[in-house]
């Protein structure tokens, strides 16, 4: 048996994509087609494997600068591994394992609940306190609702009709009210956001290192540009916090997702305000819902305060050779949607 393992930009990508679709779907294999080495910072981070010359699997990470505890740290969010189902059994996960051992850097993931229980076999640290919080802003549109089934379905079809004529009444107090201190742009530049992350306290524990280089990549360079709103708190010329969202069609109905948000994390009223006028620019937008990640525990009140109400559970695992890094990730820390490959299409 000849296995090879090599990069995406080594393999005729007609072949990878049809692999890719057979598990991913249409959208998530369309958008790594035209917009996989932005994602994961180069083809050289997706990597494939092939078994006599067929291919036989797929893993991709994404790159990332991190700061922990006070120092930058480099990391990889591990955010796809997919081995065809029939040539599991052969251990040819290992392959890739030893590749992502290779630099020894600190790993970081958002796992699924089976993934989760597969890294904890394999000494990943995993936490399963994070939140992703939703406002639902037209209940009987929102996708969760219109695609279950069965007695579940029913039930939030039921609870989401009940819910519709509050849902309207909080969408028209926020059409009239009058935020304070919050100001919108379109196409902010990277320096202007990095001075306002200069000039706020570091949250606690871990968190992405958020410089000029990071906000050009992942949001300017962003094949999805036009879909950003930003919105920021304070002085127009020196803000002190800044919010930014996505709007987008999904599934037919139009969703917005609040990608990241930072200032000083401990400061309410900012939080507040921004997340107002964020949901109201989501409501002008006919967004069906708007959501965010929140990982920090003392944000919840004031985006329940905010009409985000419901809430899922967020998995986040973690690994590194080095006890303190290992130790540094169970105390609170501070993420993102913006974050590993939370925005993809699915």
Known sequence: MNIQLITASEIDLTQLNSFLEKFFGNSKTEFLQEHGAWLHGGQENRWVLLVDDVLAGYCAVIPTQTRVEGLSVPAIWWVDIIIAPEFRGRGLQSHFDQKLQEDN??????????????????????REDLQVRLLPLRPLSVNQVRFSTGFR???????????????????????????EQVSIMETPMADFLADIVKRSPEPPGATTYRDEAFF?????????????????????????????????????????????????????????????????????KKSTQITAMVTLPEMVPVFEKAGFLFKTTARFCWLSSEVSLMDAFTKPFYFTLADSDNDEIG
């Open 105 to 126: 850097l600190l790993k970081l993931g958002f796992p699924n609940e089976l993934a989760a229980k597969i890294h904890q076999k394999h000494q990943w640290g995993v």
């Open 153 to 179: 379905g029913a039930f939030l079809r039921v609870g989401s009709f009940v819910l519709s004529p509050l849902t309207a009444a909080y969408r028209l107090c926020m059409r009239k009210r009058k935020p």
């Open 216 to 284: 050009q990549h992942r949001f300017l360079d962003a094949p999805y540009v036009e879909q950003l709103t930003w919105f920021f708190y304070g002085p127009i010329k020196a803000p002190t916090h800044y919010l930014v969202t996505r709007t987008l069609p999904h599934q037919g109905k139009v969703v917005s997702r609040i990608l990241d948000y930072y200032g000083d994390l401990c400061q309410e009223k900012p939080l507040f305000e921004l997340l107002m006028v964020s949901a109201a620019d989501a409501d002008k």
